[in-house]
């Protein structure tokens, strides 16, 4: 059990409007708080975030896109389609990507054990030199670049269990060892990258594990995923540092996934992780928020996952899985995986 999970959370971030009909808007966190606030998670505590610095920021991405996102300080655009940011967005975005790093700082350095970071906007879109797909810094990209540049921390595995792959996290490691990416999305769907063939270049081979799947996956898909694939590769890889892009858009009730997820389905999920964790990192582990666009779902998935962080609840076993592309799915990432991990 957790001595407590941290909580890292500001009203600040609900200021990046991004205008009516939007998927990504302030409703989505603000549903998180209001759950959590007026039934708390025992084993829970609310701190407030550092902004993160540019200098932090340029640990991934490049000055020339660092400039361009301070230069929209107190306007309001499009940025792209899905894309946009209103007067106090950049100031949401560093609240957003500092929340990433002080979860980070808080277990590398043993004031908790677990943190999760409530925040917006996501982050695992946004690539070195560009925003997209409502995220202007990829903050769970910056974190665990300080935790190797700044913490020492040799061997990082990032987990995205959110439906859409996290392109800009892939693109920022996929030439070293260093961080492990492992991703489960829906795939074809956007950004559209994020093929099982995608396995990692240079330094790099075998440290981008990519997990393609077709819509309608449920409980039993993802958790039958994550014990056959996730867990013999992270006990192979043994890292120093866990953190999770924690989407929620697969959730049977979001508008945009398509995939049948539900509450308990994350908890198993986050479950497999803890394990992970206990095993390698004496518990340790950070939670990040991406997507997730029903407001509801997405404060009950997020309660589901803390019950399992505080350990003040265990989730119920999955049901067997039934789609035959499952086992489709896990023999293609075995077959080109089977050269670096014992899979």
């Known amino acids: 059990m957790a001595d407590d999970v941290l909580l890292l959370y500001d009203d600040l971030m609900l200021e990046h409007d991004t205008g009516p009909g939007h998927p990504e808007r302030a409703d989505r966190l603000r549903a998180i708080r209001d759950s959590l606030r007026e039934q708390p998670v025992a084993g829970t505590r609310w701190e407030k975030p550092q902004p993160a610095t540019n200098e932090q920021i340029e640990l991934v991405h490049t000055k020339a896109h660092v ?27 560093h609240i957003a990507c500092g929340a990433a790093i002080d979860g980070v700082i808080a277990i590398t350095t043993g004031s908790t054990k677990r943190a999760f970071a409530l925040i917006r906007p996501p982050g695992h879109h946004a690539e070195t030199h560009r925003a997209m797909g409502f995220c202007l810094f990829n903050n769970i990209a910056v974190a665990a670049a300080y935790a190797h540049s700044e913490l020492k921390r040799k061997r990082i595995l990032i987990i995205d269990w959110d439906v859409h792959h996290g392109n800009g996290t892939q693109q920022a490691f996929y030439n070293t060892k260093d961080i492990l990416f492992f991703s489960t999305h829906r795939s074809p769907f956007y950004p559209g990258t994020g093929a099982a063939d995608e396995v990692g270049a240079n330094n790099g081979i075998g440290y981008t594990v990519n997990i393609p799947i077709p819509p309608g996956f449920g409980d ?29 858009d697969s959730h049977q009730n979001d508008p945009l996934g398509g995939m049948k997820v539900t509450d308990n389905g994350f908890a198993n999920l986050c479950s497999i992780v803890c394990d992970i964790a206990n095993r390698h990192t004496d518990g340790r582990l950070a939670l990040i928020l991406e997507g997730g666009y029903n407001t509801n779902a997405l404060a009950t998935s997020t309660r589901a ?39």
């Not at 361009?68 to 946009?84: F, H, N, P, Y």
């Not at 192979?236 to 866990?242: E, M, S, V």
């Open 220 to 248: 039993g898909e993802y958790h039958e995923i994550y014990s056959q694939l996730l867990v013999p590769i992270a006990d192979a890889y043994k890292p120093d540092l866990i953190l999770v892009s924690a989407g929620f």
């Open 305 to 343: 996952c803390l019950e399992v962080l505080t350990g003040s609840s265990e989730p119920c076993t999955p049901p067997n899985p039934h789609y035959d592309q499952l086992y489709e799915v896990i023999n293609l990432v075995k077959s080109n995986h089977k050269p670096h991990w014992p899979i």
């Open 67 to 93: 400039k361009q996102i301070e230069s929209l300080r107190g306007k309001s655009l499009s940025i792209d389609a899905d894309t946009l940011v209103s007067p106090r967005s950049v100031e949401a975005a």
